[in-house]
């Protein structure tokens, strides 16, 4: 009989962390920025009154988006490494739990940074945007409390993955 194996959840968690992030970022760019039009990334300091102001906040959300690509393309390339290792932790409650997370964190990060303290933008521009952004902030720690209490429950329930 053999030695069983050490499981190793940090593949899980890293991956679905990054692949969060992005999921968020995604989210955060398609919905507020795109479609709804609500912000872009510095509409609070150049606001869409000018082509030139447009055309400067379409870039820097591009720049936005380019970050949200790579941080999933890693998230992916990771989660594709960990699917060719037989110690890894497999558990569905763990890696949705850090998907969760990654989308709290993205959420606490940059409506903290973005929002409050270089004021680059709001969730809705304009008087009383910061009933606004403490929403999106609450929204950012129930995702990461969500996640946290998921990937703690996932910690009994991971198998291994046998490789031929």
């Known amino acids: 009989m053999s030695e069983p194996i050490a499981l190793d959840r940090r593949p899980i968690l890293s991956s679905g962390l990054l692949l969060g992030v992005g999921m968020g970022g995604f989210v955060d760019g398609i ?3 795109q479609i709804l039009q609500l912000h872009n990334m510095l509409s609070a300091v150049r606001p869409p009154t000018t082509l030139v ?5 379409m870039f820097w959300d591009g720049l936005f988006h380019a970050f ?4 999933t393309a890693l998230g992916l390339a990771l989660l594709w490494r960990a ?3 037989s110690d890894v932790a497999w558990s569905t409650r763990t ?14 990060v940059e409506g903290l ?4 303290v270089l004021g680059l933008h709001h969730v809705v521009e304009g008087p009383g945007h910061l009933k606004w952004d403490l929403a999106f902030l609450g929204s950012g720690v129930a995702f990461l409390l969500l996640g946290l209490g998921l990937i703690r429950a996932g910690r009994g329930d991971a198998t291994a ?3 031929p």
């Open 68 to 71: 949200t690509w790579m941080t």
């Open 95 to 108: 890696f949705v739990g850090a998907l969760a997370a990654g989308w709290g964190l993205f959420n606490l």
């Open 83 to 85: 699917g060719l290792r």
């Open 53 to 57: 102001n447009v055309e400067i906040t």
């Open 31 to 33: 919905a507020f920025h």
């Open 113 to 116: 940074i973005d929002h409050q």
């Open 161 to 163: 993955r046998r490789i």
